[in-house]
């Protein structure tokens, strides 16, 4: 069959969709629309899995906490819509986009609340799809929240990203002030980031507030994941390896629970996939880095070349300059004891 392109929020993908036209995926570009450094950070760049994992769960609602720009909303709504499901967007900070998204479509509601007011009181959901801050607390928290919206029935599905590196074992957080005292590790504030280096240093990529230290306890999604699951009974994980982390979490008691386990069983901690991402993210790092050393030294190179401007400039250079060009005619001193006004605008013309 035929694969179909979608482009996000388009009425052509809606109706592909309606004439059951599959298997399908993202257009390419689609997935850098606001990425244009392509650094896979949006987990609309796992689009195809989610949507895969929709289609075996069949969710009649799905929760999208730390929705932002609205990127992958309009993706789950060209699954939701045909399949007759209802799209909760969840940020307390949302983009024009998203906005201009929830007024557009009837079939999204878009809750204005951080993660943990919004979950208090919105009904227990079929599936969650959590990309909200990236710290053990805030994690947890929604997940505590989800279990009590769920009481007695079985855990409904929950998609997570973040999983890997960088924020597996490690916290990142929007504003270290939301988070409790006992909870928060210690930060450094624009930390960049590289993959087999446990401390932030100058370089790799950057992160607004990372914690300062890579593991241990209460540190990190995939931690906040695992802790979860040690406390509860009945519930699988997958993990597959590809663009930071896509995690699914899901009860074994629930219909579809073995097909979601065939399908990714082959995908869970492939060894292939995690190499890949290791190189990926070390690539990214690396190039992230290098393009700070080289603005660095333009902006170095810029300084010294605005300085010997002011030297050219300058009164009392162009008086030494003369009575260098004197003492060198009289024979007073050899003519490379001093830098000549010549000297310079050659430097600067090259």
Known sequence: ???????????????????GELPWTLHPACAFASDPGQWGASLINDGELITACLGIARPRSIVEIGAYAGDLTRFLLTWADPAGARVLAVDPSPQDELVALAQERPDVELVKETSHEALRHLPRADAYVIDGDHNYYTVSEELRLIVEATG?????????HDVG???????DYYDPELIPDDFRQETVEGGGLFPGVPKPQRGGLPYKFPAAEEGGPRNGVLTAVEDFLSGQSGLRLAIVPAFFGFGVVWHEDAPYSEQLA??????????????L?????????????QMMEVTAAL????????????????RSFGLADRLSRLRHRAGIAPADVAVSRDEILRTLSD
Not at 165 to 171: I, M, N, Q, V, Y
Not at 278 to 289: I, K, P, S
């Open 1 to 19: 069959m035929e694969r179909v392109w979608l482009n996000l929020g388009t009425d052509a993908a809606v109706r592909a969709l309606e004439r």
């Open 277 to 289: 991402e290791a190189n990926r993210t070390f690539h990214l790092a690396a190039v992230h880095q």
């Open 165 to 171: 590196w960088p924020h597996a074992l490690r916290d």
């Open 299 to 314: 902006d170095r190179l810029r300084r010294q070349e605005e300085l010997l401007r002011r030297m050219l400039r300058s």
């Open 262 to 275: 065939q399908f990714l069983g082959p995908l869970d901690r492939n060894p292939i996939l995690q190499r």
């Open 152 to 160: 007695q029935e079985p855990l409904p599905l929950l998609m997570f």
